[in-house]
């Protein structure tokens, strides 16, 4: 059967099959993957397979996929950022303002496609049973940041409220009183990996380049760092206390 001949009976034009084979589009529901079924007589295998076609279609940079592959497996991340709430943490309206703000020229549909691909990956680091122990270190200004747009920030505040009260996270925040002076961590953001069989990792990632980084004095020195973020962070607890006085102030 042609491409032609599968979108006639399907009702769909031959170039998009065309795209959908060779991996350029993957169809946003199970409707299509219905209809080819149908039309091939498949007996439902292409449906199955439907799943796996979203898991593929996850637009993570390519700079960034060894990073992705290797957070999969780690034990324990250690997640330090000054700017932002790490894409692992964020709700998908605080993801969808920040991706739009950064991504100006892009079509909704790549939007939509960027904003899916870090829920889900959200859902697999932090939610699924296998996850790694996760400690974050945040700069206080990353969450004022948000009171322009105070149900973005109770949202985003919430989920993390919920992520560590449920022993998911644990999280500290870096006042914005500590001064430059004090300040380990103003070089920018960084994520260290650690593994059961394996030596720790970093990551750190700059404007459409990201690297991974296994060398034995980086990543030395970058986990010296998260020390010093952790000694003038607030604690545990206090953090917690700051979220929910956000939160009331907020309300």
Do not use: C
């Amino acid at each position: 059967m042609t491409q032609k001949q599968l979108g006639d009976l399907i009702g769909i034009s031959d170039s998009l099959i065309g795209m959908i084979e060779r991996g350029e589009r993957v169809p946003k529901t199970d409707d299509l993957a219905k209809a080819f079924d149908r039309a091939l007589d498949a007996k439902g295998s292409l449906l199955q397979l439907w799943p796996d076609t979203q898991k593929a279609e996850l637009r993570y940079p390519k700079y960034a996929e060894s990073f992705f592959d290797a957070m999969r497996h780690a034990s324990i991340m250690r997640v330090y950022h000054p700017t932002l709430i790490p894409g692992v943490l964020q709700t998908q309206e605080y993801a969808r303002t920040i991706i739009r703000a950064a991504n100006t020229i892009s079509d909704d549909e790549t939007i939509d496609d960027l904003v899916f691909a870090r829920m889900e990956r959200r859902k697999e680091v932090v939610t699924e049973s296998r996850r790694p122990v996760i400690w974050v270190i945040l700069d206080e200004g990353a969450i004022w940041r948000m009171r322009d747009d105070p149900g973005i920030l109770r949202g985003q505040v919430r989920l993390l409220i919920d992520l560590v009260e449920s022993g998911r996270i644990e999280l500290q925040t870096v006042p914005t009183g500590v001064g430059i002076r004090r300040h380990p961590g103003l070089s920018g953001p960084f994520t260290i990996l650690s593994f059961k069989d394996a030596s720790d990792t970093v990551y750190v990632e700059g404007v459409g380049s990201g690297s991974l980084i296994s060398k034995r004095e980086t990543v030395e020195e970058i986990s010296f760092k998260f020390g010093k973020l952790q000694a003038v962070a607030l604690p545990v607890d206090q953090s917690l206390k700051l979220l929910h006085g956000i939160i009331k102030e907020n309300e």
